[in-house]
Nanobody, 113 residues
Framework: QVQVVESGGGLVQAGGSLRLSCAASGRMFSMGWYRQAAGKQRELVAD???????KYADSVKGRFTISSDNSKNTVFLQMNSLKPEDTAVYYCKTVDAYARLYWGQGTQVTVSS
């Protein structure tokens, strides 16, 4: 059973920064971050393939940066210039070579105005 463990959420003022980390217990084809705000659907924030290809939601381009350490099956999300609308539970999603999806338990990010 693959385990996916996130860390790094918290409370920050608008304009501040946070860094999220996610470690998977197995070798992954791609890893990424989704978020779900209260009353809204879960949405893609950013993802990265094992080859380094990245994709970002338009709302976070220029502010968030996704990176990974393939040797440790770990993905990071550096979040700068945070806005109150970034407040959500952030989930790590991983996909293995057989296209099986695994989700972390989620970490709360709260941005105060």
């Amino acid at each position: 059973q693959v385990q996916v463990v996130e860390s790094g959420g918290g409370l920050v003022q608008a304009g501040g920064s946070l860094r999220l980390s996610c470690a998977a217990s197995g070798r992954m084809f791609s890893m990424g971050w989704y978020r779900q705000a209260a009353g809204k659907q879960r949405e893609l924030v950013a993802d990265i393939s094992r080859g380094g290809n990245t994709k970002y939601a338009d709302s976070v381009k220029g502010r968030f940066t996704i990176s990974s350490d393939n040797s440790k099956n770990t993905v990071f999300l550096q979040m700068n210039s945070l806005k109150p609308e970034d407040t959500a539970v952030y989930y790590c999603k991983t996909v293995d070579a057989y296209a099986r999806l695994y989700w972390g338990q989620g970490t709360q990010v709260t941005v105060s105005s």
